[in-house]
Nanobody, 124 residues
């Protein structure tokens, strides 16, 4: 497994932007597909965005498509999530996750390494 630490959460007004970052350590970062998930109070943890091991492919949930952008830097072992046009319904704890695969997977069960999460709150 790889160890993951998220940063960059906070409180922002609707329409604002935040950039989340996830730093990985412990294993070869470029061997992992990476993803961001989120969990709102009382809700299931849901997929937000993912990126393949080499950054060549990305995927997004319909709810964030066109507003969020995922990127990675294998030399720095980091994966970022740029969030623009934030809405109150984006409020959640955001988790970084890693899956040892070359595929671009969206299911929560495919990811076996998770960060501790960072809170994102969007006020109306």
């Amino acid at each position: 497994q790889v160890q993951l630490v998220e940063s960059g959460g906070g409180l922002v007004q609707a329409g604002g932007s935040l950039r989340l970052s996830c730093a990985a350590s412990g294993r070869t970062f470029s061997h992992y597909a990476m993803a961001w998930f989120r969990q709102a109070p009382g809700q299931e943890r849901e997929f937000v965005a993912n990126i393949a091991w080499n950054g060549g492919r990305t995927g997004y949930a319909d709810s964030v498509k066109g507003r969020f952008t995922i990127s990675r830097d294998n030399a720095k072992a980091t994966v970022d999530l740029q969030m623009n046009g934030l809405k109150p319904e984006d409020t959640a704890v955001y988790y970084c996750a890693a899956a040892y695969t070359t595929a671009l997977v969206t299911s929560r069960e495919a990811y076996d390494s998770w960060g501790q999460g960072t809170q994102v709150s969007v006020s109306s």
